[in-house]
């Protein structure tokens, strides 16, 4: 027989917290051959997939007197399955009051995201004719691109297994700059956000380098496809690195589509790997804690735009979508403007590592009127949940997991957009799908 128990070490209130290898031991045998003879419980459970290349951190109870794991086939009568054909999670549980809180702790952790990031060689298929340089597109100034947005949005997993959503995005044209972000913890929902004037000048533009006394997106060289973003703004503090490791999309096929009065450019690096730290209130608010990230577990969707349109005057609802166990990934604009006239209801559809793009009608967009979330800054009052029809693809529901993930701006002029972590289930090319995402809206005014 083969077995290992990890020893607990650095405690964590009342728990302890111990880190499990993937591959680490091979259980075979019976009750005596464990060598501990007491009543003892087992719990089981498949590992995510996630956790399938890494370590897995559990937090676990002080009663539990070990962790183990394995990846291999077991027949024993201490275990409630006869066999098991999947890497496990095992804990030896010695009390049995212990028994429901423990099975409750591996089934929260069974239910992690999978936030897996792309790793392509490829960024740029030349094949694709854009009338755009993807790189050089990082640098324009105000004469090539009036209006410039760069839009992040992060599905991050520390190394201690909690994970987190980071919207932020920037806004430069002449007229008007912002730059903002928000910090969502996912186990919590504790929240932290900011979005603030700023004035970003050609030079800014044609380094890509945009500092301010609190927050920091700029490029590495030497072609600016890498990225640094980070903030140190209280409770939403991060430093984090964008990897250039996905292969470039582009909106509707080659990056250049119309939007309400004008022309605009778009493309996105949709899962790039990303690694860094952020920065969480203590567990008694009074003190901070740096948090390592998990590059194998965190990606970031990464979207570049310019041009000139401006949405004045109507509304705009965005959504990306990862499909799970899927390389499937969507996104998808609804922009209704009054003045101009302009309507678009359509989907993106492209998978990880690969060149096809499809394109389909949005033919059911239904907000549900009696899930929404009015804003105690803005005024403004948001959806929450909708149904999603693609054209000859299927149906989605989409929801929000909490309403307050506004970014709003300083002020009394009822500036915001709502960038929200979301999730889905439906079905899509006759199979059941779900997944997770981000849901974008934007509402009277903002470009």
């Not at 790793?119 to 030349?126: G, P, Q, R, S, V």
């Not at 899927?326 to 006239?341: G, K």
Request: proline residues 6%.
């Amino acid at each position: 027989m083969s077995w290992a128990a990890l020893s607990p070490e650095t405690p964590a209130f009342s728990g302890t917290r111990a880190v499990v290898p993937p591959t680490s031991v091979i259980l075979t045998g019976n009750q005596e051959e464990w060598g501990y003879h007491s009543p003892a419980t087992l719990l089981c459970i498949p590992k995510a997939d996630s956790f399938d290349d890494r370590s897995l951190t559990l937090v676990v109870p002080s009663h539990i007197c070990g962790i183990l794991s394995t990846q291999e086939g077991v027949s024993s009568p201490f275990f409630f399955f006869c066999s098991i054909p999947e890497s496990l999670v095992v804990l030896l549980v010695t009390d049995p009051a212990m028994y429901l809180p423990c099975l409750l702790l591996l089934f929260t952790r069974s239910l992690a995201y999978l936030f897996t990031p792309d790793n392509t060689e490829t960024l740029i298929d030349h094949r694709i004719p854009v009338v755009f340089d993807v790189a050089t597109s990082q640098t324009l100034s105000y004469a090539e691109a009036p209006i410039s947005g760069f839009w992040i949005t992060s599905f991050l997993t520390a190394t201690d297994g909690s994970q987190y959503f980071l919207a932020s995005g920037l806004l430069a044209s002449e007229s008007v700059s912002a730059y903002g972000a928000s910090l969502l913890d996912l186990q919590t929902f504790q929240r932290h956000a900011f979005f603030d004037p700023a004035t970003f000048t050609n030079a800014n533009l044609e380094s890509f380098n945009f500092t301010t006394q609190d927050y920091e997106l700029s490029g590495i060289p030497p072609d600016n496809l890498a990225m640094k973003l980070s903030s140190d703004v209280p409770g939403a503090s991060f430093d984090l690195i964008l990897h250039a490791t996905s292969r470039a999309a582009y909106y509707y096929g080659t990056g250049t589509y119309r939007y309400v009065n004008d022309t605009m450019y778009n493309w996105v690096f949709p899962a790039t790997k990303t690694s860094g730290s952020i920065t969480v209130p203590g567990q008694f608010g009074d003190d901070a804690e740096q948090i390592e990230l998990d590059p194998a577990a965190s990606l970031t969707w990464y979207d570049r735009v310019w041009g000139s349109a401006e949405l004045r005057k109507g509304n705009s609802t965005f959504f990306v979508l990862y499909v799970d166990d899927s390389d499937l990934i969507l996104w998808m604009n609804v922009v209704e403007s009054l003045d101009p006239p302009f309507k678009s209801r359509s989907v993106n559809i492209c998978a990880r590592g690969k060149s096809w793009h499809h394109i389909h009608a949005i033919d059911v967009f239904e907000p549900d009127t009696d899930a929404v979330w009015t804003s105690p800054r803005t005024g403004k009052t948001y959806p929450q949940e909708w149904r999603l029809g693609i054209e000859g693809r299927g149906e989605l529901h989409i929801k929000s997991v909490i309403g307050d993930q506004e970014l709003a701006a300083k002020g009394n002029d009822g500036a915001g957009i709502y960038m929200g972590f979301s999730t889905f289930e439906g079905v899509l090319d006759g199979e059941d799908v779900t997944g997770f995402g981000v849901s974008e809206l934007r509402l009277a005014g903002i470009v």
